[in-house]
């Protein structure tokens, strides 16, 4: 067990929460604790690495690192690879489920957990 305060901090919430240890969805979806573990878990271990694939839009795309990728390219993006990208996430190698609590918008956009859009996973 690499992170003991993460269970701590976790149990203390569900005890607190299901004293009679008696789970019910309306009490579950108040743990905000365990909700940033479930963020951060899916992060650190995709379900579903992917890859995904996208088409580059008529325009044509630059990269970042000044690369030009022609319109109609496909390009695959692995989940397992984004979700730990150091621009992104400070310190992606450590799980931290407080990375949650005031997650940039770009964080949240490059979660690959569940997709979005019309390839969303149907269970979101």
Same mark, same amino acid.
């Given at each position: ?45 995709? &379900? ?17 690192? @000044?690369?030009?990728?022609?319109? @109609? ?5 692995? &989940? ?22 005031? &997650? ?12 979005? @859009? ?7």
């Amino acid at each position: 067990l690499r992170q003991p305060a993460v269970l701590t901090t976790l149990k203390q919430e569900l005890e607190s929460t299901f004293p009679d240890g008696v789970l019910n969805l309306k009490s579950l979806e108040t743990c905000a604790f365990l909700n940033l573990c479930i963020k951060e878990s899916t992060r650190f271990i995709p &379900a579903g690495p992917g890859p995904f694939p996208r088409v580059v839009p008529e325009a044509g795309m630059q990269l970042s690192d @000044g690369r030009w990728l022609p319109p @109609g390219t496909l390009v695959f993006v692995a &989940a397992g690879v984004s979700n730990m990208d150091p621009k992104i996430y400070d310190k992606p190698e450590i799980y931290n489920p407080l990375r949650w609590k005031n &997650a940039t918008r770009e964080m949240e956009a490059s979660l690959l957990t569940f997709s979005s @859009g019309p390839r969303q996973c149907l269970g979101v």
